[in-house]
């Protein structure tokens, strides 16, 4: 799961299929993430101290991160990402459409330099 906060991504699936947002949470454990915009619903709010008036309060709900896909800025499309190492043994995300890095994802490490 190499999907992470603050990365844009595209809605592959389901009603907001084709919008595209930022990533504001990622929760790995429950495989979901919430995006800005995506999954919108209102929550209906009791008179309390905090909303004096109650009322309705519209927030995101996480999605399942198989629904989602991210958007590579440099190609341009909805790609999936793979993780490589560079030769000075640091590990990166990258695009598998266009190739371009997406981010370095682990400090450079001996064991995986190249000689
Ligand atoms: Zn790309």
């Known amino acids: 799961m190499l999907i992470r906060t603050g990365d844009t991504v595209e809605v592959v699936a389901g009603a907001d299929r084709g ?3 930022r990533v504001i949470l ?8 919430v995006v800005e915009g995506v999954a919108r619903v209102y ?14 309060l519209s ?3 996480p ?7 991210y958007f590579c800025p440099s ?6 990402l793979g993780a490589r190492f560079l ?10 459409k266009c190739g ?3 981010g370095q994802m682990a400090p450079a490490k001996t064991a995986h330099a190249k000689k």
């Open 87 to 96: 030769p000075d043994g640091s590990k990166e995300r990258y695009c598998k």
């Open 43 to 56: 929550k209906h709010i009791r008179r309390s101290q905090k909303y004096p008036q109650g009322g309705r």
């Open 26 to 33: 990622v929760d790995r454990a429950a495989g979901k993430a």
């Open 59 to 61: 927030k995101e709900m």
């Open 63 to 69: 999605v399942q991160l198989s629904n989602l896909q």
């Open 75 to 80: 190609c341009g499309h909805a790609a999936r």
């Open 100 to 102: 371009a890095a997406a």
């Open 19 to 21: 919008v595209r947002s």
